[in-house]
């Protein structure tokens, strides 16, 4: 099955302890990205990667890490969180041409983030 | 600046009734892409439909459709034969820089009632 897997589903931690969101899809995408939902500001773009070891800043980067080593894997480092990063994280991917639809994202299941 | 804005918050729509989502936005890129998400209560985001900028008939989806005015900078989705399974969260969405970039606009949360 086609899909853009995140783990943990679920996260609680402390402020300063360094964690990583995992995000992996099986469409041999070129294309990933990660982004944040908050209530009233809708989906906001952290980072993303037009293909392996290329990444890029999105919109609200400050506080995050990414890495491309494989094109597969897209991994979501915060070094050291802090209470205004709790969120819901989206990682998506997609193609970057081609097709009926191209560069349509498809979009993890989320991760619920709890920095307290 | 790349901006997209939904206008309305919140509607409601009677069951098998027609409903339009308003999205308009701004962008100096000729080369865009426009989409719309739904995101229900359990919070996935699903990709409802595509509007390529060059494309010169509206997109279809089933009870989705896209009317895209591109000299009026909108792409407003038409729910027809609205369902109960239709209420959620609705985004819509740009992508430009060749497909690098992608804005999302605040949402309208859809109630369908029985």
């Known amino acids: 099955e086609a899909q853009v897997t995140q783990n943990p589903r679920y996260l609680i931690t402390v402020t300063g302890k360094k964690l990583t969101v995992t995000c992996s899809q099986n469409?041999?995408?070129?294309?990933m990205s990660w982004y944040r939902q908050d209530p009233g500001l809708g989906l906001r773009q952290i980072y993303y990667s037009m293909n392996v070891e290329v990444t890029d800043k999105g919109d609200v980067p400050e506080g995050y890490k990414v890495s491309r080593k494989e094109k597969r894997n897209f991994p979501l480092i915060l070094e050291s969180p802090s209470p205004n990063q709790t969120s819901l994280y989206f990682c998506?991917?997609?193609?970057?041409?081609?097709?009926?639809?191209?560069?349509?994202?498809?979009f993890g299941p989320g991760t619920r983030l709890t920095v307290l | 600046a790349q901006k997209i804005t939904q206008t309305q918050p919140g509607m409601f729509v009677q069951e098998k009734e027609a409903v339009t989502l308003d999205c308009t936005y701004d962008?100096?890129?000729?080369?865009?892409?426009l989409f719309w998400y739904k995101q229900p209560s359990s919070g996935e985001m699903i990709f409802l439909i595509y509007?390529?900028?060059?494309?010169?008939q509206n997109a279809t989806e089933g009870r989705y459709s896209l009317n895209f005015q591109k000299a009026r900078k909108s792409a407003n989705l038409v729910i027809s034969a609205s369902q109960l399974g239709d209420s959620a969260m609705y985004f819509c969405?740009?992508?430009?820089?060749?497909?690098?970039?992608?804005?999302f606009g605040q949402g309208t949360e859809l109630s369908v009632k029985p």
């Open positions: 969405a740009m992508s430009y820089n060749q497909g690098g970039k992608l804005i």
């Open positions: 998506a991917s997609s193609f970057l041409a081609g097709g009926p639809a191209p560069d349509t994202q498809y």
């Open positions: 469409m041999n995408h070129e294309y």
């Open positions: 509007q390529g900028s060059y494309d010169q």
């Open positions: 962008t100096s890129d000729p080369s865009y892409g």
